[in-house]
């Protein structure tokens, strides 16, 4: 089974910190995405990578960035919090091989709450 | 103009009986095709995947695809009070990245005991 690890189940911030979410996948999947989703909104992607180094804005990239250094981990980066970044964020991994999408499988999320 | 629309519910079935979840999109050349179940407080899980069209059975789910009409629908037999939750269609759209998924925003179904 694949495992998509999230480095935390809550967190709570203050407002301008800088906050690291971490996600590590298990099955050597070349896609990582990061989402977030609140009440009414949806999922909404945030960024994705399809290989070491490479990144994608999603659409709403604004006050994040993330970083991809080596092929099982993705961390997204809240440069400045603030509380309009509340919010659950889910990490998510697929196979990227082919022109047919592959599902994404997802971590437990990070209630992440900034104050 | 939302990609994958989905009837938002509730939908409430009593025990034991069948619950049809419907999911349309907009984009001809979507190629994939897959429903996630969510619970309150959860991540999204993976219950079905579906690439042609016809139906496909698992267990007491079947998904049904038909293409020309641009929908995808899941059938829940003998519905269970643990089938309580939020089904997610999401679909593989051909315009741009085919590593992207979008998501429609969720039928909430409650199977009322």
């Known amino acids: 089974d694949v495992k998509v690890t999230q480095s935390s189940r809550y967190l709570v911030k203050r407002t301008g910190e800088k906050v690291f979410l971490e996600c590590v996948q298990d099955?050597?999947?070349?896609?990582m995405f990061w989402y977030r989703q609140d009440p009414g909104l949806g999922l909404r992607l945030i960024y994705f990578?399809?290989?070491?180094?490479?990144?994608e804005k999603g659409d709403i990239p604004e006050g994040y960035s993330v970083s991809r250094e080596k092929k099982e981990r993705f961390s997204l980066i809240l440069e400045s919090a603030s509380t309009n970044q509340t919010s659950m964020y889910l990490c998510?991994?697929?196979?990227?091989?082919?022109?047919?999408?592959?599902?994404?499988?997802f971590g437990d999320g990070t209630r992440l709450s900034i104050l | 103009q939302k990609e994958v629309e989905q009837n938002s519910g509730p939908l409430s079935v009593p025990e034991g009986a069948i619950a049809s979840l419907n999911c349309t999109y907009s984009?001809?050349?979507?190629?994939?095709f897959f429903w996630y179940r969510q619970y309150s407080g959860k991540s999204p899980e993976l219950i079905m995947s579906?690439?042609?069209?016809g139906d496909k059975e698992d267990g007491r789910f079947t998904a049904q695809l038909n293409k020309a009409s641009q929908y995808v629908s899941l059938l829940i037999r003998d519905s269970q009070p643990s089938d309580s939750a939020t089904y997610l269609c999401?679909?593989?759209?051909?315009?741009?990245?085919?590593?992207?998924?979008?998501f429609g925003s969720g039928t909430q179904l409650t199977v009322l005991p």
């Open positions: 998510a991994s697929s196979l990227g091989t082919g022109t047919v999408g592959k599902p994404q499988h």
């Open positions: 999401a679909v593989s759209l051909d315009s741009g990245s085919a590593r992207q998924l979008t």
């Open positions: 990578s399809y290989d070491v180094k490479m990144k």
């Open positions: 579906i690439y042609s069209n």
């Open positions: 984009d001809r050349g979507s190629q994939s």
């Open positions: 099955m050597d999947h070349e896609n």
